[in-house]
């Protein structure tokens, strides 16, 4: 892309589509076992980790860069949702399930793909559930 798609709203303005359509590759890390996991976020949205942390069974944190660097191979800001460099436990926003397709980082900050979210979801094995609290 010309434009940075850095942040989701730089993504949607580049795509010429609306923030929630941006699938946002958040890596998080469990407080007591310290794995990685990530979560395929709606732009629109933000993680409600408490609601996160029930569904893993662990309280989750927000990792150095350098871990998620380490876990995907990738820079923050251009980390696609799959082809990282260990597998990831991944959970899937479903507000992304109501757009006909989804704008997600392809590597770095000036890259994106678009995709149909059910094929997305079923290609990273992605556990369905809501980010957002009530």
């Known amino acids: 892309m010309p434009e940075s798609t850095r942040t989701a709203e730089e993504a949607a303005s ?3 589509c609306s923030v929630g359509e941006i699938v946002k590759s958040l890596v ?3 407080r007591e076992t310290g794995r990685p996991v990530l979560l395929l976020v709606s732009g629109a949205n933000r ?3 408490a609601a996160i942390a029930a569904h893993i ?4 944190e927000r990792p150095n860069a350098a871990f998620v660097r380490e876990v995907t191979g990738y820079a923050i800001g251009g980390i696609p949702p799959f082809a990282h460099a260990r597998p990831l436990e991944t959970w899937f926003d479903r507000d992304l399930l109501a757009y006909e397709q989804v ?3 392809a590597g770095t ?3 994106v793909f678009w995709v149909e979210p059910k094929a997305l979801c ?3 094995g992605g556990q369905v559930v809501a980010m957002r609290g009530s």
């Open 14 to 16: 580049a795509c010429g």
């Open 28 to 30: 998080f890390r469990t």
């Open 47 to 49: 993680v409600d980790e």
């Open 57 to 60: 069974g662990e309280p989750i």
């Open 103 to 105: 704008w997600a980082a």
């Open 109 to 111: 900050p000036f890259a």
């Open 122 to 124: 079923r290609a990273v």
